[in-house]
C-alpha cells in the first residue's frame, strides 16, 4: 500500500479531488505500475462525471458558453490524457461510510486529509502559497 499526500493553498475541493486522481496516476505511470486495468475508487461526483463529459469538454477546448475557460482545464486535460494510458473504470462510493472496504478506504482518507489540514491550519504561515507537494508514506 502507497499512500500518497500532498497540498495546496487557495484552491477548491473539487481541484484537490482531481488533483489527487492525476497524481495518482502519474505515480503509477512513473513507477512501472501500469496493470491492464485499474479501478478508481472515488466519492467525487465531479471526478466520476469527467469521463462522459470528455468528447464535448475537447470539442469545446475547455472553454464554456460563455467563452471562459473551464474551472481546472489544466488538469482536466491531464486526467483526460491519463486515462488513455490505463483501462479504467471509476466506481463511486458513498463518503463518509465505513460499512465495506471501499467506504473504509475512503473514509481512511477523510482521516487523513482532516490531519493534513489541522497541521497546515497550525503551520501555514511557515509554508506560504506553495505549488502542491507531494510526499509518500
Known sequence: KVVLKGHE????????ELLAVVRSLEYMRE????????T????SQ???G??????KLTKAGFITKKKNTLANADL????????????MSIVKVKSH???????QLNGE???LCRQLVRRLGESEKEIGNQPFSLTKD
Request: hydrophobic content about 30%; some cysteine; glycine content about 6%.
Open 46 to 48: 465531479y471526478v466520476t
Open 9 to 16: 493553498l487557495d484552491t477548491t475541493h473539487q481541484r484537490m
Open 40 to 43: 478508481l475508487f472515488t466519492d
Open 76 to 87: 482536466i486535460g491531464q486526467f483526460f490524457d491519463l486515462c488513455l494510458a490505463f483501462t
Open 31 to 38: 513507477h512501472g505500475l501500469t496493470p491492464k486495468s485499474v
Open 50 to 55: 469527467l469521463p462522459g463529459r470528455r468528447e
Open 109 to 111: 482518507v477523510d482521516k
Open 97 to 103: 461510510r465505513t460499512t465495506s472496504t471501499d467506504e
